[in-house]
């Protein structure tokens, strides 16, 4: 049972460049998030899903896209990487999505943008 | 809307001594409250949860979190600090009326326990 996977773990992007953020579970949780860390922000949501083919915007949205064809997988997609997006990324899941449900998170997914 | 706040940025204490993390929280109607801790380099990990009943709630590693809802507190404490405990610690909520609001998270405590 490997929990909530998250791949690559480091990465390094120049300004414009594109990529996916890969988040796997294999706990058939329902409900999957994304957060960015950031130092003295806390945890910010970008983007959840409550279900395969429902997906909604959280906090900060802006610059990256998500799909959820299946419920194993929940890719984070940045469209043209910006120095902003320099962060820790972390990948989340629960079984019980939204209420008393606590949350499964992955190992995060540390990204540079120059 | 929905919001945490922890106001301390960092607590020091000493190995053995008794150890308190602040939380406060803001909800409309009654809320869920978590408390997880983040080790370095690693994702956060469950440490407990209130959800209804007791307002004392024990969860992993000898942590607990008394529940007040009049000073809308969630602190988390543990009567013996250990060198190990040391990480960041993150208090989160979300109100039971919520709908498919996501929990909200504070900005997050770093402990540092001294030997």
């Known amino acids: 049972n490997a929990g909530v996977t998250q791949t690559p773990k480091f990465q390094v992007l120049k300004t414009g460049q594109s990529m996916t953020l890969q988040c796997a579970q294999d706990?058939?949780?329902?409900?999957m998030s994304w957060y960015r860390q950031d130092p003295g922000m806390g945890l910010r949501l970008i983007h959840y899903s409550v279900g395969a083919g429902i997906t909604d915007q959280g906090e900060v949205p802006n610059g990256y896209n998500v799909s959820r064809s299946t419920t194993e997988d929940f890719p984070l997609r940045l469209l043209s990487a910006a120095p902003s997006q320099t962060s820790v990324y972390f990948c989340?899941?629960?079984?019980?999505?939204?209420?008393?449900?606590?949350?499964?998170f992955g190992e995060g997914s540390r990204l540079t943008v120059l | 809307a929905q919001s945490v706040a922890q106001p301390e940025d960092q607590v020091n204490v000493a190995e053995g001594n008794p150890l308190t993390v602040k939380c406060t929280y803001s909800v409309s109607g009654n809320p869920y409250l978590f408390w997880y801790v983040q080790y370095p380099n690693r994702g956060l990990q469950f440490l407990l949860k209130?959800?209804?009943?007791?307002?004392l709630v024990k969860g992993s590693y000898g942590f607990e979190a008394e529940f007040n809802k009049s000073q809308t507190s969630f602190h988390l404490k543990k009567p013996s600090a250990l060198v190990s405990d040391s990480a960041l610690y993150f208090c989160?909520?979300?109100?039971?009326?919520?709908?498919?609001?996501?929990?909200?998270f504070g900005k997050g405590t770093r402990l540092s326990v001294i030997a």
């Open positions: 989160a909520v979300r109100g039971w009326d919520s709908g498919n609001t996501p929990l909200v």
């Open positions: 706990m058939n949780h329902e409900y």
């Open positions: 989340a899941s629960s079984y019980r999505p939204l209420d008393t449900g606590e949350l499964f």
């Open positions: 209130y959800i209804t009943g007791d307002n």
